[in-house]
């Protein structure tokens, strides 16, 4: 298994380290638009990522949530102002094996705390035979 999970904010109109200087911590990684992609000539729109403190690898996707929560809320008043001129949320990822079953059960609580943050939740999930 190997899963993790980031914040993201997209397709801001100013440069990258203004999002890093608002939120008040360096990004996992980050890019303005036009910069030049690893799988695209041009980066068609700007990004800000920050991922789970867990880091990649073999946790739970709720782990990961709950290991980031905290950061998140600790910036929430920034988070929610961005949600209304910005694409922002959270992305879920992870490759598992046939035998490793990719569940994930969000609780009400979660799911409370993700709402109060105005965040959308995307879930990419892949098993391998």
Not at 107 to 118: A, K, V
Request: charged content about 20%; aromatic content about 12%.
């Amino acid at each position: 298994m190997d899963t993790f999970v980031s914040f993201g904010v997209f397709s801001f109109d100013c440069p990258k380290e203004k999002i890093t200087e608002l939120m008040g911590v360096e990004p996992t990684k980050s890019w303005n638009k036009g910069d030049v992609g690893v799988y695209v000539k041009k980066m068609p729109i700007s990004g800000w990522q920050l991922y789970s403190p867990l880091g990649r690898g073999n946790y739970r996707l709720n782990d990961h949530i709950e290991s980031l929560l905290p950061i998140l809320e600790n910036k929430q008043s920034v988070i929610v102002s961005f949600s209304r001129i910005y694409k922002i949320g959270i992305a879920c990822g992870g490759y598992f094996t046939s035998d490793s079953r990719p569940a994930l059960h969000l609780s009400s609580e979660i799911i409370t705390r993700l709402s109060r943050l105005c965040l959308s939740v995307d879930f990419d999930l892949y098993v391998n035979e």
